[in-house]
């Protein structure tokens, strides 16, 4: 079974700085998705970001990126130039490539921007 | 276009009633997945349909909890009896499987909660 690991539950950093949230995984898999949702207090779940193992390039989205390590099962996620609206839950998410549809997420971490 | 929309938004019932959950997922999409949310366990996938059909019910905590999806536009969660452990946020969730790198989208979740 997959497994997803948030070790940081809470983080905090001034607006304009850069962070960076960390995930690990336990997979079996050579092929599989990763993903990174943020949960504001809205309670919506949006999706942030998400990697296909099978690409060498890290995605990115405008200030959004990760920093993918497919042998160290690593999944970062960078925020740069911080913003308010970034105050929010963000969760780590696994699924398979092949076969079932399933998420495996991380136990999240709460994310604060400080103005 | 519309995205997932789960009714209701808020849910406040008494312990032994009733509860019926409601969802409608993204015209087009064939997966449709049920979460539920607590601070203890996190996000737990419950159940999944592929066309209509239920793949999955391992995360279906115990018998008192069903799920139906009668058509590809609807699908409810329903809890009878209920109980005060069953408090958490519900979501929804559909995707277009045939795709499988596309990923989740969520609903705006029912917060239940059971006195």
């Known amino acids: 079974a997959q497994t997803v690991t948030q070790s940081q539950p809470e983080m905090s950093v001034q607006e304009a700085e850069t962070v960076t949230l960390s995930c690990t995984y336990d997979t079996s898999e050579s092929n599989y998705y990763l993903f990174w949702y943020k949960q504001p207090p809205s309670r919506q779940m949006i999706l942030v970001i998400r990697q296909e193992a099978y690409k060498q390039q890290n995605a990115t989205e405008n200030r959004f990126s990760v920093n993918f390590q497919k042998a160290a099962k690593s999944f970062s996620l960078k925020i740069s130039d911080s913003q308010l609206g970034d105050t929010a839950m963000y969760f780590c998410?696994?699924?398979?490539?092949?076969?079932?549809?399933?998420?495996?997420f991380g136990q999240g971490t709460r994310l604060t921007i400080n103005p | 276009d519309a995205g997932v929309i789960q009714s209701p938004r808020h849910e406040v019932t008494e312990m032994g009633q009733e509860v019926t959950l409601r969802c409608k997922p993204i015209?087009?999409?064939?997966?449709l997945f049920w979460y539920r949310q607590t601070m203890m366990r996190g996000l737990e996938l419950l159940i999944y349909f592929n066309n209509n059909v239920p793949i999955d019910d391992s995360g279906m905590p115990e018998d008192r909890f069903s799920a139906k999806m009668p058509n590809a536009s609807f699908s409810t969660l329903k809890i009878q009896p209920s109980e005060p452990r069953d408090s958490a946020v519900y979501f929804c969730a559909s995707s277009l499987g045939r795709q499988t790198n596309q990923p989740q989208h969520f609903g705006d979740g029912t917060r239940l909660s059971i006195l």
């Open positions: 998410a696994f699924m398979k490539q092949a076969g079932a549809q399933k998420l495996v």
């Open positions: 015209s087009g999409h064939d997966y």
